[in-house]
């Protein structure tokens, strides 16, 4: 579980500076010529789907204390189910193809939910990671399913109201912008959420789940709802994943992606979403980095998460807020 002062809720004025400069450098990026642009447009679009990733997945961890090594069920699921909506001659709607997907990975949620919020500590930990294993083998096992191999998804989603199309998705610059414009409004989203009755009652659930009980709240429909908001919500990113690379098999379900998701939000600190988003950034760059470097990049890759556990154990934000001093309050 994590512990409550790990969570950095607030943030200094010079840290919330330097994140707005980074989401205007984002959205003046496309504008900016490089040479092999399209190929650094499709790597910011997957470091941010990967930053909504770890954000649904910080509304469990860093905001309600509940540590899943399963929530890339979720993401793989929606992933899958754009790959077995889209039919193989045309694209699908996005306005019904993205609601559909995100609910579907939502649903699954709440039913794996039910059974295992029940659970604590370790052994919520485990049953997670069970039942993503249970899933993830499913897929893999079945050829009906796409098997090892996986799925292609042959056309990115129909944009169009009427026949008008409003924007096109598989224009690379669009669908960086849609990505963009999708994780602003689920961080605006998930900030209010925070701050919302709902989200401090999830907050005391993390302090102390046993007094929040004994003042008369009923933690476990509460616990429930995170789990089945944090699973619609990696169901979008996975949506989004499976649109941008066109491809989705097993291993997007796997323990590894997990894993991931759990280092980012403790490499850019936990219970701000911020964090989530800029661990996604800094973990998928030093990543790339690393693997440019050589066929050893786990090596190094565990050793730098160690360094920053070490160093700055609530996250790069808990860095910058020693750097800037005094937590300022957050918009």
Not at 137 to 159: E, H
Not at 307 to 323: C, I, K, S, T
Request: hydrophobic share 55%; charged share 10%.
């Amino acid at each position: 579980m994590s512990s409550p002062k790990a969570q950095l809720e607030k943030l200094p004025q010079g840290v919330q500076m330097l994140l707005a400069l980074g989401a205007v450098a984002l959205a003046v990026f496309p504008f900016v010529p490089l040479t092999g642009s399209d190929f650094y447009l499709q790597m910011l679009s997957q470091m941010m789907i990967l930053a909504i990733f770890a954000m649904s997945l910080d509304l469990l961890q860093g905001v309600t204390g509940l540590v899943s090594l399963g929530h890339a069920a979720y993401f793989g699921l929606a992933g899958y189910a754009l790959a077995f909506l889209t039919p193989a001659d045309a694209p699908i709607s996005l306005w019904w193809a993205l609601p559909v997907s995100a609910l579907g990975a939502g649903l699954a949620a709440l039913i794996i939910g039910f059974f295992v919020v029940r659970t604590h500590g370790i052994y919520f930990i485990m049953v997670t990671m069970a039942f993503a294993q249970m899933i993830f083998f499913l897929f893999f096992d079945n050829k009906t399913l796409g098997g090892s191999d996986g799925i292609y998804v042959y056309f990115r989603p129909d944009a169009s109201i009427f026949g008008w199309q409003v924007i096109d998705l598989e224009n690379k610059t669009t669908f960086f912008y849609f990505t963009l414009l999708v994780l602003v409004l689920v961080y605006l989203f998930l900030r209010r959420l925070l701050f919302s009755p709902f989200g401090r009652v999830l907050a005391g659930i993390r302090v102390n789940e046993h007094r929040m009980r004994a003042v008369g709240y009923g933690t476990f429909g509460y616990k429930l709802a995170a789990f089945t908001l944090a699973g619609t919500l990696a169901g979008v990113a996975g949506f989004l994943w499976a649109a941008q690379t066109g491809y989705v098999n097993p291993e997007l379900m796997g323990f590894h992606m997990s894993a991931h998701a759990i280092m980012m939000i403790i490499l850019g600190g936990m219970g701000n979403f911020a964090g989530a988003i800029v661990g996604a950034f800094a973990f998928e760059y030093v990543m790339h980095f690393f693997k440019d470097l050589t066929k050893h990049w786990q090596l190094l890759m565990g050793g730098f998460i160690v360094l920053v556990v070490l160093v700055a154990p609530r996250g790069l934000l808990g860095l910058g807020e020693r750097l800037f001093g005094k937590r300022g309050d957050t918009p």
